[in-house]
DNA sequence: TTGTAAGCGTTATCAT
DNA sequence: ATGATAACGCTTACAA
């Protein structure tokens, strides 16, 4: 072709580990700088039935852990040479489902889902398509897809002890309305943990996920007769919303009157007007497993274990008397 | 085929606006759902010449600002029927090359980048791969590419004269010490609009745009035999930061001893720890435009201005004096 | 190592 | 309105 060499020799040469001599290489590679070319991937794609995009299916994309997630996940992704598509499943009308269609239609390799509540439909749909899955913190389990979840039993465990030893008897649990299954896993953890303990605890369920919702919660929890003196949020954004209440609107002091802890160490737990206790979230590392087992050959991805557990660590703050 | 029809009946029942009976087209949607059937947008794609993808150019994609109009943009797209792709721009090293190779080969229609300072060699490729391109809030000027920026002298103005109006004369402008076109373009307007009123102005450049720098010019800001009765942030993150430190190791109260403005309006300014007075950047309103631009016909496309000038509304809140 | 040729799933053109 | 057929740009046996 342009540089007298025909079409296979040129798709040799981006085909990495193919055997071209390296002259030959050279002369297309020149070629193709002189000439702007690029290899077409929707027609590779089409050849070798494998297109190299995963679709990231996600809800909330603007919330700090979300996007956070989302980061380190296309970052693995292009350091392993694919490409992520988005889908925002925000809205609940029919875009999303034709956003997922899109997906399908461009034939994704892959999908990765950290979508709060994804519709069973979805995940049906990824998987009739031939896609690998990926789940994150959700619960379904499938033939064909990799769920990767937190420990979150353990780290309940480790806030109601936290609790324990600053001396606190009577605690809280803040949570969402709608659980997903984390929210529910660190409930339930920590229920338990509290009942070895010996400690008293009072559950709260208010709306969405979210600062609001941390302070609904603040207020009925502290108009009670009897306040707790520890409460264990299921996400930094909720803490953060019961922190701002507790101390403008009821002027206490924390972790003087209350101690808190957290779930996810978004960024703002940092922030010295929060200096929150909480767990973080692993997501380099979530990604990492998420990217490694979606670049497994055909064969052994299913021989794999296909419930990757990870620790959430805490990280120590201000929140907690004597952490 | 399958339903005892041509391929280009398939074909057409799924092109919107082909002439097809309704008896086929009945025929083909339910032989379709029966064999699951898609079409194939790789092999249209590159028929058509023309992918249906657009690119999302972003670094910083874990910031509170960037992953709102992300989500603003991903969600028009999606409603007008095309589909994103991700490009993290985030690393420095060759990855962020080779995603945008990527993006290339994938035939992407069109590119929108959100990136704080992207490469000018980014620009270039897509250009000269055909792609339309969307800049936010940049300043590049070039054949067959939008802008869309923010009227930022506008908001400084507004917000001297809101210091004004709270009786500072000495004021401050805190920004990061590598300046984007828009952070440039926010305090230049300040400096003018202060001229104009005659009031002073301290200008802090300090570090990466983010929570640590407000802190940082919290810092060197507080110590001057001088204080600033009011400090414009360029952006609401720095705002917090700087917020915390005055407070926390100042002692100082706001607004009382300190009139503070932000920039951007994230979901944390509206918290009330900060309930911070800021300027919304209309990410809806950009999205909107990048979309219905990228959805120009051809030549349409560029008989248009290309130029959009969005107008940045303050929110009110509690960090000015009489505000 | 290199070239030839078939085929991937569409759409567009041209008949019918 | 429908069907045949030639692209689209690439990969991949297979042959040389």
Redesign the pocket.
């Known amino acids: 072709m342009k540089a ?9 040469t ?2 990495p580990g ?8 050279l002369r297309v590679l020149r070629a193709a700088e002189d000439l702007g ?8 794609g ?4 494998e297109s190299g995009i995963v679709c990231m299916i996600v809800s909330d994309l603007a919330t700090p852990y979300r996007s956070n997630l989302l980061r380190a996940l296309t970052d693995q992704l292009q350091n392993a040479g694919r490409v992520a598509m988005l889908i925002n499943t925000d809205r609940s009308d029919g875009s999303v489902n034709r956003a997922l269609q899109q997906a399908v ?1 461009y034939r994704a390799d892959a999908s990765v889902i950290l979508s709060g509540m994804p519709d069973k439909s979805i995940i049906d749909l990824c998987l009739r398509s031939g896609q690998r899955l990926v789940l994150i913190n959700r619960d379904e389990q499938q033939e064909g897809l990799l769920r990767i979840n937190l420990d979150d039993a353990a780290a309940a465990d480790t806030a109601a002890r936290a609790f324990l030893r600053a001396g606190c008897h009577l605690v809280a649990f803040a949570t969402s309305g709608a659980g997903t299954p984390s929210l529910v896993a660190r409930e339930q953890g920590f229920l338990e943990a509290a009942k070895e303990l010996g400690l008293q605890v009072i559950v709260e369920r208010q709306g969405v996920t979210g600062y609001q919702c941390g302070r609904t919660i603040a207020q009925s929890l502290m108009t009670r007769r009897q306040r707790p003196q520890a409460v264990f949020c299921a996400t930094d954004l909720i803490a953060c919303g019961l922190m701002d209440a507790v101390r403008q609107e009821f002027g206490l002091s924390i972790p003087k009157d209350l101690c808190v802890i957290g779930f996810d160490d978004i960024e703002q737990a940092s922030w010295s007007a929060y200096s929150l206790t909480t767990f973080a979230q692993p997501v380099d590392e979530i990604a990492l497993q998420a990217v490694e087992w979606l670049s497994l050959p055909e064969g052994s991805a299913f021989a794999r274990e296909p419930l990757v557990k990870l620790h959430a660590n805490i990280v120590w703050r201000q929140t907690v008397r004597g952490g």
């Open positions: 007298g060499v025909s079409r296979s020799a040129v798709s040799r981006f085909t193919a055997s071209v001599s390296d002259e030959t290489r070319y690029h290899v077409n991937h929707l027609a590779r089409l050849t070798r039935r239609r």
